[in-house]
């Protein structure tokens, strides 16, 4: 199946540029480094938060803790920041794809960019209502669990990242047009 799926995955996007996979693949590695340091010293931080909680009989989660930075703070920062530098090294390559079908594009592709924004929001939209379904059943059981205000939730969060990728995926995939036409011109003089 897996060989199936991206055999039709090549049909479809079609040959890879070796210039722009290299310049992808720097990007991939400068993101790799800023999210495995960044997650690193986030995990560091609340380890030493957690050492001096207990070795000092404060427990972090009672209002002894309030001033401590959760670690999710530092760890969502840290993907951001991650997803940022690899996304802006691609673009200041002139491109978002090293595959030629999307590398060689000189306008946006409207129909991707909508496929793009539909996965992006279903997977944050039903991610969304699992992992609150999940955490109320942790919380207050299974006979306390709103189910149609999960669904809900999880159809809002589908539309904020529906939008979110629309918008993103097109302004990057614009961008990287931009950029490739000046690389482009800049070469020819």
């Given at each position: ?15 890879k540029?070796?210039r722009l996979?290299?310049?992808e ?6 993101a790799f480094?800023?999210?495995l ?13 957690d050492?001096v ?11 002894v803790?309030?001033g401590?930075?959760?670690v ?8 951001l920041v991650?997803c ?8 200041r390559?002139?491109?978002f794809?090293?595959y030629?079908?999307y590398?060689e ?5 409207w ?5 793009f ?15 609150r ?32 990728g629309?918008?993103v995926?097109a302004l ?9 036409h000046?690389?482009e ?5």
């Amino acid at each position: 199946m897996k060989m199936y799926l991206t055999r039709k995955w090549d049909e479809l996007m079609g040959p890879k540029d070796e210039r722009l996979e290299a310049e992808e693949n720097k990007a991939t590695k400068a993101a790799f480094c800023v999210l495995l340091i960044g997650s690193v010293v986030s995990l560091y931080y609340w380890l030493m938060v957690d050492q001096v909680a207990l070795s000092t009989a404060h427990p972090v989660f009672t209002s002894v803790g309030e001033g401590v930075v959760p670690v999710q703070i530092p760890l969502a920062l840290t993907i951001l920041v991650a997803c940022v530098v690899s996304l802006r090294m691609q673009i200041r390559s002139g491109a978002f794809s090293s595959y030629k079908r999307y590398a060689e594009i000189d306008r946006v592709p409207w129909g991707y960019v909508t496929s793009f924004a539909l996965a992006c929001g279903a997977c944050v939209g039903v991610l969304t209502c699992v992992m609150r379904i999940v955490a109320e059943i942790q919380i207050v059981g299974t006979e306390n669990v709103a189910w149609l205000g999960d669904v809900a939730i999880g159809v809002v969060f589908f539309a904020i990242a529906f939008v979110a990728g629309f918008c993103v995926i097109a302004l990057t995939i614009n961008d990287a047009i931009k950029r490739k036409h000046a690389i482009e011109r800049e070469l020819q003089d």
